[in-house]
Structure formats: structure tokens, C-alpha cells
């Protein structure tokens, strides 16, 4: 089955432990991104990736890392995470870099 | 920049009744526009995309929209509305060019009643 998974769904951490959410996709596509949704504020991208060692920022890139070393995976790091970080996050892949297909988002709580 | 705009931020339809959720896109160009539906305590799925072409598009579960250049707007309708349809709706657009990102309008939220 195609699809987009992330792991874990549902993490609550402490502010300033460093975590990772993976990301990972089976349908070799090239783009992938990182949006967060907050209530009020919708979806934003976070970061996106092009391909293999191919990243960029999009709209609200401040507190967070990612790394493409592989064509199936998109990890989210958070080096020091706060409060203003605990948010809906979810990974997407795309074929073209237009329709984008989600994974079933990961719930971070930071306090 | 471009910016989606989803005037209606909740709709409450009765089972059956007919649905058209708006959505008003500002950008430079004909971008490329999309719809997706997210139920509580899902991901996302993408209901129908607009490219080019012929201005009525369809999707998926019975939904259809429609682009309208002269009024920047891509409406989506479904004749009958079932109760599973209860779910938050996005309408998206992407640049044609430049970094791939989709910009969210905030979304609509559906109720339907029996």
C-alpha cells in the first residue's frame, strides 16, 4: 500500500530534550516537506526536500533541523524543543512538488 | 504572495442535502489548486486537484469543484451529502514555480445532521 508513515503519533516531552520524528514514504518520490497545523493558524511548511541532500526552508523554519540522506525518509529534528513548538505535525511526499499525500501526523506536546 | 481565503468556517448540512464549500484563491497566475478533507484524528487526504484543462474537475467520495478564473474562486459541491462526510475541509493552492508548498486556506469545518 502507498503511503506516508511517521513515527511516533504521539510524544510529550520536556522542554529542551531533543527528539526526532520520522518520516518515511514508499512511493520513491522526490519532494517531501514538514508542515505543523495549529488552530487559527492552518497548515505551514516547515521545511521541504527537493531530493537526496536537498533541503530548503518554507514559511516557519526557526527551532527545527531535517536531513534527506535517503529517498524514502524525511526526519524532523527538534534540537532543543519549547513550548511554542507543541503543535500537529505532519510529513507529506510528492511525485511533482504539487499534490502533496500526508501521513497520519505526529502530536507533539512540549512543556 | 499567494493566500487561499475559506470564507465559511463552519457549515452544518442536513443527510442528503446538497454542500458547497468555498474557496477564494489570490495568486499571480493560474496556480494549482486543490481540496482535502481531514476527520478527527487523521492525516489529511486529497479530495481532487485542478491543473489546466477542463474547469470541472472530480474526485474522490462523490465531491467535484469547479474553477472559476473570473472570480478566483474553486468552490467544492456534492449533490447528497451522507453523514460520513462530517470532517474539516482545506482548499489548497501551489505555485507553479519556486518552492513546493501548498498554502492552506483554515479550513471549513462540516456538520451533518441525520
Known amino acids: 500500500e502507498a503511503q506516508v508513515t511517521q513515527n511516533p503519533r504521539y510524544l510529550i516531552t520536556v522542554t529542551g530534550k531533543k527528539l526526532t520524528v520520522t518520516c518515511s514514504q514508499n512511493?520513491?518520490?522526490?519532494?517531501m516537506s514538514w508542515y505543523r497545523q495549529d488552530p487559527g493558524l492552518g497548515l505551514r511548511q516547515i521545511y521541504y526536500?527537493?531530493?537526496?541532500?536537498?533541503?530548503d526552508k518554507g514559511d516557519v523554519p526557526e527551532g527545527y533541523k531535517v536531513s534527506r540522506k535517503e529517498k524514502r525518509n524525511f526526519p524532523l529534528i527538534l534540537e532543543s524543543p519549547s513550548p511554542n513548538q507543541t503543535s500537529l505535525y505532519f510529513c507529506a511526499s510528492s511525485p511533482t512538488g504539487n499534490e502533496q499525500y500526508f501521513g497520519p501526523g505526529t502530536r507533539l506536546t512540549v512543556t | 504572495a499567494q493566500s487561499v481565503t475559506q470564507p465559511d468556517i463552519h457549515i452544518t448540512v442536513s443527510e442528503g442535502a446538497s454542500l458547497e464549500l468555498r474557496c477564494n484563491y489570490s495568486?499571480?497566475?493560474?496556480?494549482?489548486l486543490f481540496w482535502y478533507v481531514q476527520s478527527p484524528g487523521q492525516g489529511l487526504q486529497l479530495l481532487l486537484k485542478y491543473f489546466s484543462g477542463d474547469t470541472l474537475v472530480q474526485g474522490i467520495k462523490g465531491f467535484e469543484a469547479e474553477f472559476k478564473r473570473s472570480q478566483s474562486s474553486f468552490n467544492l459541491r456534492k449533490p447528497s451529502v451522507h453523514w460520513s462526510d462530517a470532517a474539516e475541509y482545506f482548499c489548497?493552492?501551489?505555485?507553479?514555480?519556486?518552492?513546493?508548498?501548498?498554502?492552506f486556506g483554515s479550513g471549513t469545518r462540516l456538520q451533518v445532521q441525520p
Open positions: 495568486y499571480g497566475a493560474t496556480p494549482y
Open positions: 512511493m520513491n518520490h522526490e519532494y
Open positions: 526536500s527537493m531530493n537526496v541532500e536537498v533541503t
Open positions: 489548497a493552492v501551489a505555485g507553479v514555480t519556486g518552492r513546493r508548498a501548498l498554502t
